[in-house]
Antibody
Framework: EVQLVQSGAEVKKPGESLKISCQGSGYHFAAYWVGWVRQMPGKGLEWMGVIYPSDSDTRYSPSFQGQVTISADKSITTAYLQWSSLEASDTAMYYC????????????WGQGTMVTVSS | DIQLTQSPSFLSASIGDRVTITCRASQGFSSYLAWYQQKPGKAPRLLIYAASTLQSGVPSRFSGSGSETEFTLTISSLQSEDFATYYCQQLNTYPLTFGGGTKVEIK
């Protein structure tokens, strides 16, 4: 079965760092882009960025460039989203999803990781 | 960035109704558009890609059309399991923007 499994919910304080993960299985992980999508409470979907695990080519939305870092380790079929200093406004559900290439949709999604940042 | 504007943002409909959601783009981009369905507490689910291609396993009552700057998602006969929020996404140009969403509720 093709799936993306994300790490569990996190509760952090402002200023703390965080790295969440997304592990792919059932397909050739390195050959598919993995993207990250933010959904703030009660709001819509926001595309954050995407990485190609084969060569770590990474593209960011201008809204998130410099705010987060996307990485991947193809040896363990896992992609990551990390923050160096969290803010309360980072409180949201974060989804990872895969796509095959240019023009293709995100066809498989992770279950989501809820990140809560509160003092 | 390509901006996507969905309309309506909220829709109240009855079982069996035909429902149409529109997604308008700030600039044309051929047919690299997808539609997703999201239910509360769940991850989005791909319904349609390349503007009109039905994803495997998606009921045929869902259809998509359009190109360049105007796209539509149609549900031919609304079922109880279709009450959800629907999003369009352009897949042509980074950043891969989403529309604001259309919430479909029971009348």
């Amino acid at each position: 079965e093709v799936q993306l499994v994300q790490s569990g919910a996190e509760v952090k304080k402002p200023g703390e760092s965080l790295k969440i993960s997304c592990q792919g299985s059932g397909y050739h992980f390195a050959a598919y882009w993995v993207g990250w999508v933010r959904q703030m409470p009660g709001k819509g979907l926001e595309w954050m960025g995407v990485i190609y695990p084969s060569d770590s080519d990474t593209r960011y939305s201008p809204s998130f460039q410099g705010q987060v870092t996307i990485s991947a380790d193809k040896s363990i079929t896992t992609a990551y989203l990390q923050w160096s200093s969290l803010e309360a406004s980072d409180t949201a559900m974060y989804y990872c999803a895969r796509r095959s290439g240019f023009g293709s949709p995100f066809d498989i999604w992770g279950q989501g990781t809820m990140v809560t940042v509160s003092s | 960035d390509i901006q996507l504007t969905q309309s309506p943002s909220f829709l109240s409909a009855s079982i069996g109704d035909r429902v149409t959601i529109t997604c308008r783009a700030s600039q044309g981009f051929s047919s690299y558009l997808a539609w997703y369905q999201q239910k509360p507490g769940k991850a989005p689910r791909l319904l349609i890609y390349a503007a009109s291609t039905l994803q495997s396993g998606v009921p045929s009552r869902f259809s998509g059309s359009g190109s360049e700057t105007e796209f539509t998602l149609t549900i031919s006969s609304l079922q109880s399991e279709d009450f959800a929020t629907y999003y369009c996404q352009q897949l042509n140009t980074y950043p891969l923007t989403f529309g604001g969403g259309t919430k479909v509720e029971i009348k």
